[in-house]
């Protein structure tokens, strides 16, 4: 079974920046897209950023590009979220997931693996 572990979040204010990770167990963490969701009050769950297995190809929400790099280290079973230039539209709980088939998807349902989230708060 795989877990996914979030960790990173915190308070910040505006123009700052947070790193979030999420460290993998339980499975082949090297063959998975990886892709990093957020869930702000009263909406739904919105794609953020996406990494394949090599790190090769990486997608990214238009409402984060330029700001947000996703990356990953496969030695260490850990995806990151680098969040620079933060913005109270930012203000969400943020989770990783995981797709063991490996497609390059931006839909939440082809990730099978979620993690528990961790609370990302942006003042102004």
């Known amino acids: 079974q795989v877990q996914l572990v979030e960790s990173g979040g915190g308070l910040v204010q505006a123009g700052g920046s947070l790193r979030l990770s999420c460290a993998a167990s339980?499975?082949?963490?090297?063959?998975?897209?990886m892709g990093w969701f957020r869930q702000a009050p009263g909406k739904e769950r919105e794609l953020v950023a996406v990494?394949?297995?090599?790190?090769?190809?990486?997608y990214y929400a238009d409402s984060v590009k330029g700001r947000f790099t996703i990356s990953r280290d496969n030695a260490k079973n850990t995806v990151y979220l680098q969040m620079n230039s933060l913005k109270p539209e930012d203000t969400a709980v943020y989770y990783c997931?995981?797709?063991?088939?490996?497609?390059?998807?931006?839909?939440?349902?082809?990730?099978?693996?979620w993690g528990q989230g961790t609370q990302v708060t942006v003042s102004s």
């Open positions: 339980g499975g082949t963490f090297s063959s998975y897209t």
């Open positions: 997931a995981a797709d063991p088939f490996g497609h390059y998807s931006r839909g939440s349902s082809s990730y099978d693996y």
């Open positions: 990494i394949i297995w090599t790190g090769a190809s990486t």
